[in-house]
């Protein structure tokens, strides 16, 4: 692995200190992905197959997305704010920064242990026992190493959940990290009781009418730079009333643009209620999106990564545009020009 700031641990230690522990308390980042969610799931499986008492909470009082709730366990999911059990340990998944976890800090806060289990680099640890290694493909894909540790049975619900967030954090194992050891794993998880084919049909065949309606304004929204190395485009709150859409359905946009021959950086802008924009980006090549993002306060990986701009939806869309170099974007109220 790669040696981080953060790291002060091993997961063999990680699995020593949690063995001696009985009540867990597993959260990762706002906004939940495939891999958040599922990392979660599989390890909450495997400390309960050792007689331990886990609970997942999500880092802020929201529906997790539509097509992760097939993940075994899911309906156990519970929003940290209104969590009132034990917490002797807080564990933090795929999650770097205290400001990410939502609610869920004042659950870590409160914590006796605190750990962090993660892919993402940063300056600082904000836990006791902190692991994190961002040559991994997925913070799943360390939850299944862990899990082994654990000395669990590595059986079909654990399986699913962490094929689940491997699949996603990959992209289908499309992008950069899909390195021989994410096709090891995925071979291991598979061999174990998960089924790709069951996965695919729920992550990527299960679009709603909601969503393919929002794909049409986000190509008409979409503008490319001069050389058409990058794209940008955004939807407003307006567009989700117009499809009657929910956050889920803008999932798939910033790959529609990325996927656009000749495009090396895709930029997806996502108007939220309360004056902020969410911003997703994404990467061919060598390009380093994250770096694009820490400069909005974001972050994330080389490929991928998200940020979140206070202002206006029109301000988002010119500060971006200047970023990539496009000189003319289209603009809310400037559709169809």
């Not at 049909?201 to 503008?223: C, W």
Request: proline residues 5%; contains cysteine; negative net charge.
């Amino acid at each position: 692995m790669a040696v981080t700031p953060q790291t002060n641990t091993t997961l063999a230690a990680i699995a020593d200190a949690l063995r001696g522990r009985d009540h867990f308390v597993i959260c990762g980042h706002v906004s939940p992905d495939g891999d958040c969610l599922s990392s979660q799931l599989g390890l909450a499986w495997a400390l309960r197959q050792m007689g331990k008492c886990v609970a997942c909470v999500l880092a802020r009082d929201e529906e997790p997305p539509r097509d992760l709730t097939f993940l075994p366990g899911a309906e156990r999911l519970v929003p940290a704010a209104r969590f009132t059990g034990p917490c002797e340990v807080f564990i933090a998944v795929d999650v770097p920064t205290p400001e990410r976890l939502g609610d869920g800090a004042a659950l870590q806060a409160a914590a006796d242990l605190t750990v962090t289990i993660d892919h993402h680099a940063v300056p600082r640890a904000m836990s006791d026992l902190s692991y994190t290694d961002p040559d991994a493909p997925s913070t799943s894909l360390l939850i299944w190493e862990l899990a082994a540790l654990l000395g669990a049975d590595r059986e079909r619900l654990i399986a699913t959940c962490c094929y689940t967030g491997l699949v996603t954090d990959t992209g289908r194992f499309q992008h950069q990290n899909a390195t021989a050891a994410a096709f090891a794993g995925a071979a291991e998880m598979v061999a174990a009781g998960a089924e790709p084919p069951l996965v695919a049909r729920f992550i990527f065949q299960s679009r709603s009418l909601a969503s393919v309606r929002l794909e049409g304004l986000n190509v008409e929204h979409m503008a490319l730079s001069a050389d058409h190395s990058a794209a940008l485009s955004w939807l407003s709150l307006t567009d989700f009333e117009t499809c009657r859409a929910c956050k889920a359905d803008a999932e798939p946009m910033v790959d529609v643009l990325r996927a656009i021959d000749g495009v090396e950086v895709a930029c997806m802008l996502r108007e939220q209620p309360g004056g902020e924009v969410r911003g997703s980006l994404r990467a061919k090549g060598d390009t380093d999106v994250a770096a694009i993002a820490r400069s909005f306060g974001g972050g994330g990986h080389t490929a991928a990564a998200g940020f979140t701009f206070t202002g206006s939806l029109a301000e988002a869309v010119d500060a971006l545009a200047a970023r990539l170099g496009i000189d003319d974007p289209v603009r809310p109220g400037e559709e169809g020009r």
